[in-house]
């Protein structure tokens, strides 16, 4: 690094790392693919901080954490390699390097300056990393000439291929004998993908200053305050973020198909999206539907990239995860939920997409939908599963939607038993919830249900009664119970009945509040689509939920 650059230069270098899941190689695999990468950097914490001055603040030390990063190298091949960077830019990075990795775009090499290459006298040398073309961030040092700090030292700059794109002020050229050719293979210019990530998330790029070109050099300075996240509605006196609603489906809408959790069936998914086309709609299929890693469809990365590329791409208008099982709690902080909140698009999915609504609700304030999905079991409409499609439809499709008519109620199926009152009278709220065992599972992280004044949903299939028994008991012991205004119990599926309706008795019969059971949501043939995060009405004497709004946009 050059250390005549200006601090705001070196703010960039601190965030960047696509976290990548270790994988063993399958035989026969390539050397130098996702499942195989070419090792450049493999560095212990240890080692990655060895030679650090001695003189930098333990807080600021603390404050950088290692990344693993995959990328296409000049050979054509992916690598892996390691970032050290600002803890608070590592969501960034991941984004601009899935970017790079998507856009085929050459990097040199991503290896920590405290390698024994980058070395000069014992200490790190970022002349020496520039040399050699490496991609690095952190670096406790001053700028060139002066005490201040250079943002290198916070880890919050990063430079990228020097050789490509070096630094240029006047005569000086860094490092020596670089240049500067925008049609080279490995070049930064004003209108690659890879600047623009950065520019997208606030970053700074050198080759737009005035007085010198740094092309190689990205930055992103710390806020003097963090926003803090959005507010449940009715704490504290700040006014919650506006809640928005995704745009009707419309044949012509382009809706993407996605597997963020367990391996799919590709038959019924297929099956379904034939029928969607014969509709109207324009379906966007994974690349790979049979892909499966373990119980999941793919690397934590490859889900990830997928979701965010369905979110981030102006064509989408509609996600349908194909189905759950597990994983989505694997990558919830990866998701780009600003792209999301810029561009709403209808999410559906229950189970282990809970998860996923929850996080939504969170951090995008966006109306997403707990419904069926393409395997389970929108593309059947015989017999009991008639009346799910219907309730899908009825929530996401314009047509259903009459001018000047604000809401609807939930249709109840009539071959079925009607939800049963456990305590009378009515609430209203925000529905937020689903599968009882994710809403657990995200308490205590950043994507916890936000349950005062709220309607909670709940159920769940395949758990014992004593799990059932425990996951109530925890949500009793947070707090929950005690702050929501009513609930909603769907169908907890193979799990004795009898025992489950003591159970609810035992936690949720003596509460205040409205709540019913048996509501035809779940993992049964009946599971009616919900919007999640809109405002309902629950009347547990009538054993029915409104929908007080339009939980999409119609116009």
Known sequence: MIQAR?????????????????????????????????????????????????????????????????????????????????????????????????????????????????????????????????????????????????????????????????????DEVLPAGARYDVKADGTLTADHAVVKAFLERGWKWGGTWRSLKDYQHFEKARTQTAKPAPPSEGRGDVKPQEWLKPRALRPGSTIAFVAPASPIDKDPVLKYAKQLEEAGFRVMLPKRLDRAERFLAGSDDERAAELNAAIRDPKVQAIFPCRGGYGMTRILDRIDYAALRADPKIITGFSDLTALHLAVACKARVVTFHSPMPERYLWREDGDFAYSVSSFRRALLAEKYRKGEEGFTVELPTDRARPVKLVGGKARGRLLGGNLTLICSTLGTPYAIEARGNILLLEDTGVPPYQ???????????????????????????????????????????????VVYNFPVGHGHHNATLPHGARVELDADAGTLRVLENPVATE
């Open 6 to 170: 200006t601090q705001v230069l070196a703010v960039l270098a601190g965030g960047l790392g696509l976290l990548m899941l270790a994988q063993a190689p399958r035989a026969g695999a390539e050397r130098g693919t996702v499942d195989d990468p070419i090792i450049d950097s493999k560095m212990t914490e240890k080692e990655a901080f060895d030679g650090l001055d001695p003189k930098t603040p333990a807080k600021l030390r603390e404050q950088q954490t290692i990344v693993d990063v995959l990328y296409y190298s000049f050979d054509g091949k992916i690598h892996k390699g390691q970032l050290v960077i600002d803890r608070d830019l590592e969501k960034d990075v991941r984004v601009v390097f899935e970017v790079i990795l998507k856009s085929r775009f050459p990097i040199g090499s991503v290896i920590p300056i405290a390698h024994p290459n980058y070395r000069k006298d014992g200490r790190w040398d970022d002349e020496l990393s520039m040399a050699a073309n490496n991609t690095s961030a952190f670096n406790y040092r001053p700028i060139q000439g002066g005490s201040e700090l250079s943002m290198h030292a916070y880890g919050r700059a990063i430079d990228i291929n020097p050789v490509q794109n070096p630094y240029i002020r006047k």
């Open 468 to 514: 059932i028994d425990r996951a109530l008991s925890q949500l009793r012991l947070a707090g929950v119970l005690d702050a929501v205004a009513g609930i909603v119990v769907g169908t907890f599926e193979k799990a004795d009945e009898k025992e489950v309706e003591k159970i609810l008795q035992d936690y949720l019969g003596k509460r205040t509040i409205p």
